[in-house]
């Protein structure tokens, strides 16, 4: 099969068509053709030599893919041949065959075309995961989403309102009207505007959910009204701050992160789970959207990692075999 490989770590050019063997499905997993997959930002982390993939995973890149099914590992269920999902994978994804565990598969929402579809899995899972999963979320509560034009943003801006929450992007001015069309309450130019302001002045931040760092630490910190919670799921500006922690002691702060693709397969499996109940079923309902901002053949995959690296996007970009 072809796939997307790479000669070194390092810039998007050292991405190139190769060739490998086949996959084949493992016990309790399933063969999927793949449709389309999505570009996400632990590829390029993984691209510039900084993020693995876990042991027994495809050094290849790619996390999420939509497919069909086309072969039934040993004690495989839920799908049959020809079976048309989206799933999330631990790597293999920008090839045209990915293996991928059986109960990691969701079926394509109601009204979703095949390609888009491909940019689900990973931010639904990860959004899901960090910001509802086992959470007490306030109704009508305050969110704070920074990068809301992006893969993560535009899904956590979706989420937040779908399920009764007072959105807040940060967001490049051209792409104010794009996340107040997908439900945010308030769009913020982070150019000319300053968040912590605006999130005081609406009586704080319940949740904020930051792919940022840097300076957005501390400001994440004076942005959040009593028992807030934040959210760290990437650190674009950096992780090394320095920062006075009082006020996350004198607020009763809850200061979290994590990694997906780390995370344990049974704990994927019950967010898959979750997400068929609580949240695909929204998509047929009109609440929810895929937002794809454009696709590219699987040979430009450069390409693809230098738009992401723009930071012009709006929504998820996508690797078509």
């Known amino acids: 099969m072809r796939a997307v490989e790479m000669t070194a770590p390092g810039a998007p050019d050292v991405l190139h068509i190769g060739t490998r063997p086949l996959p084949r499905p493992g016990p309790g997993e399933v063969l999927l053709?793949?449709?389309?997959?999505?570009?996400?930002?632990?590829?390029?982390?993984?691209?510039?030599g900084?993020?693995?993939?876990?042991k027994g995973a495809s050094d290849l890149l790619?996390?999420?893919?939509?497919?069909?099914?086309?072969?039934?590992?040993?004690?495989?269920?839920?799908?049959?041949?020809?079976?048309?999902?989206?799933?999330?994978?631990?790597?293999?994804?920008?090839?045209e065959y990915v293996a991928v565990q059986a109960d990691h598969c969701l079926?394509?929402?109601?009204?979703?075309?095949?390609?888009?579809a491909a940019g689900l899995p990973e931010t639904y899972f990860t959004v899901w995961s960090n910001v509802f999963h086992g959470q007490a979320v306030?109704?009508?509560?305050?969110?704070?989403?920074?990068?809301?034009?992006?893969?993560?943003?535009?899904?956590?801006?979706?989420?937040?309102?779908?399920?009764?929450?007072?959105?807040?992007a940060t967001v490049e001015a051209e792409a104010a009207a794009f996340v107040t069309d997908l439900g945010a309450a308030r769009a913020i130019d982070?150019?000319?505007?300053?968040?912590?302001?605006?999130?005081?002045?609406?009586?704080?931040?319940?949740?904020?959910?930051?792919?940022?760092?840097?300076?957005?630490?501390?400001r994440n910190i004076k942005a959040c009204r009593h028992d807030g919670r934040i959210v760290q799921l990437a650190f674009n500006q950096g992780s090394r701050v320095e920062i006075d922690l009082m006020p996350v002691m004198?607020?009763?702060?809850?200061?979290?992160?994590?990694?997906?693709?780390?995370?344990?397969?049974?704990?994927?499996?019950?967010?898959?789970?979750?997400?068929?109940?609580?949240?695909?079923?929204?998509?047929a309902a009109g609440r929810l959207t895929c937002v794809t901002h454009r696709v590219l053949p699987l040979a430009q995959a450069a390409e693809a990692h230098r738009l992401m690296e723009s930071a012009a996007h709006q929504g998820k970009i996508l690797l078509k075999p």
């Open 250 to 283: 004198l607020k009763r702060l809850h200061y979290t992160g994590s990694t997906l693709r780390s995370r344990p397969e049974a704990f994927k499996s019950v967010v898959a789970a979750e997400l068929r109940e609580k949240v695909w079923p929204l998509f």
């Open 50 to 54: 900084h993020y693995p993939p876990p």
């Open 62 to 95: 790619g996390l999420e893919v939509s497919g069909d099914v086309v072969a039934l590992g040993r004690d495989s269920s839920g799908w049959a041949l020809g079976d048309r999902v989206c799933a999330l994978v631990n790597g293999g994804g920008y090839a």
């Open 138 to 168: 306030p109704a009508g509560g305050n969110f704070l989403v920074h990068g809301g034009a992006g893969g993560i943003g535009s899904t956590a801006v979706q989420l937040g309102a779908a399920f009764g929450l007072q959105v807040f």
């Open 33 to 48: 053709r793949v449709i389309a997959a999505g570009v996400n930002g632990p590829d390029l982390v993984q691209r510039r």
């Open 107 to 116: 079926p394509i929402p109601e009204g979703l075309d095949a390609v888009d």
């Open 190 to 218: 982070f150019k000319s505007e300053d968040f912590v302001a605006i999130c005081r002045e609406a009586g704080g931040a319940d949740i904020v959910l930051d792919i940022i760092g840097g300076d957005y630490v501390a």
